[in-house]
């Protein structure tokens, strides 16, 4: 009988080994208890902005911008955190993000003990706590990788989604009594101290990152090739639109709760908590149910779902004149809120490779957190000049337009494994030495195309082209021998010989099927490749003696038998 239960889990077995698989390993679970700890105080430290803020301006567009403070800095800072993320030491950036959260929350809780806030001094406070965060998510959820192998990491994107939202169900109820009890700058203290945690666990972690033999990349052009790379990959703008549109529209629950405890309940601080709480506890089991809702739904059905209730959530908060409805709608908003991100953060990361996590990471973040502020602002300015529950109401109809997109931009997750380093031989070697700044290095490719394939190729070729330059090739053009109709010529460049070796080390094993699909439409196993580095002038032709006279541009054959030069 154990034998056959083994054989046969139950589903909550099944469940239990999916959702708790990521924490036995030890640097994760010590990740996730410092953060929930850190959560706390984060809840904690937003009960008391929020609630300090409508005491001090009362007004609902003041009180909404204290979540605009927070966001921004996830606008515009993200693009450089996630291009330090994959290109310097992760620890190390979390760890001095940290220090700098910490200082700016110790400063708000020692303006606030001194009885000198005022609302711009504490929207600038919050606006810092919040660059240390925006500095801190990507290389944070970029480490998940190195925390757990990768075919762990949307449930550790889950776990810590729970364990947010644990935080989220009680801290904001902790925080209201707090906060009535002995005022907001308790709050700001307890917030200060909860960074505590993550900065031990960052000391003591020591994690093994793959040597390159690569120097990194500057980071002006580490964030070029990020901004690159998305704007070349159909999959993760869909998935990033659709980010968009489902979140400015569900940015009015959090903006407006406590306008909604105040005015529209008639409640204080105590109400705003258990609102809170209540967004907190269906957060939490709407990440607990993930594994089964994403076992049975495509990623792109279940947002379609969650899409549709997120209307019923905001109509019904807008339009309840009772205290228990508008506490379920906000649990209803707190799922949706949780489930819709965290399957938008598991679809970035199993959709980007390696070598560009942390800057497409940064990117849905920049636009998730932009949406957030632009919707908070938004709905704030609506309720002031309309009223709270008209744009609530108006902000569950506007949830649809999400749905509605959802025909023309699916969202779809990358195979397992398809993004791991396609494996190649080492560069040959030029036949003299180059400098890692010579450059431009331009690469030719010929290839022999029958006149019966030639349409078809163009079109496979394109696709491959746009494969180059979203790894770095750049001028990519494909021409056609007008004496020799079957010939073919590919050419792109990259900027530097240094430039050029790490374009060679980003290609996926997912690519390699265009690749193949080139191969079958030409004469030959592969194409002829060439390499040259331009000469401008005045420069020495390469391996020429001092004296000699100019040479023609040097050339160098390298690499043949692989598409990719």
Known sequence: MPAEAADNPSHFERWRSATLAPFQHRAFALFWWASLVSSFGGMIQTVGASWLMTTIAPSADQVALVQTAGSLPFFFLSLLAGALADTRDRRSIMLVSQLLTVVASAALAAVALAGRITPSLLLWLTFLIGCGGAMFAPAWQASIGDQVPRSQIAPAVMANAVGFNVARSVGPALGGVIVAAVGAAAAFIINTVSYLGIIATLLWWRPERPRSELPPEPLGTAIAAGVRYFSLSPHLIAIMVRCVLYTIPIAAAPALMPIVARDLLGGGAPTYGILLGGFGIGAMLGALASATLRSRFTSDGLLRVLSALACVAMVAIGQSRWFTVTLLAHVLAGSVWTLAFANFNIAVQLSSPRWVTGRMLA????????????????????????GVRESLTIAGIASLVSLAAARWLPVSVEKLGSLDPRIRGEVSPPSVEIH???????????????????????????????????DGARAWSISQDIDELDRWVERFESPTWMDYLRWRTRPTESDQIVRGRVAQLIVGEHGSVRRLVARPPGADPLGAPPASEPAVTGVERGLHGDLTS
């Open 363 to 386: 990117t849905y973040q920049t636009l998730a957190f932009a949406a957030i502020a632009l919707g908070s602002w938004w709905w704030g300015e609506l309720a002031s000049d309309q």
């Open 436 to 470: 890692p700044a010579s450059g431009p290095i331009v690469v030719t490719i010929e290839y022999r195309v029958p006149a019966e394939n030639a349409v078809e190729f163009v079109a496979v070729i394109n696709d491959l082209g746009r494969l180059r330059r979203r």
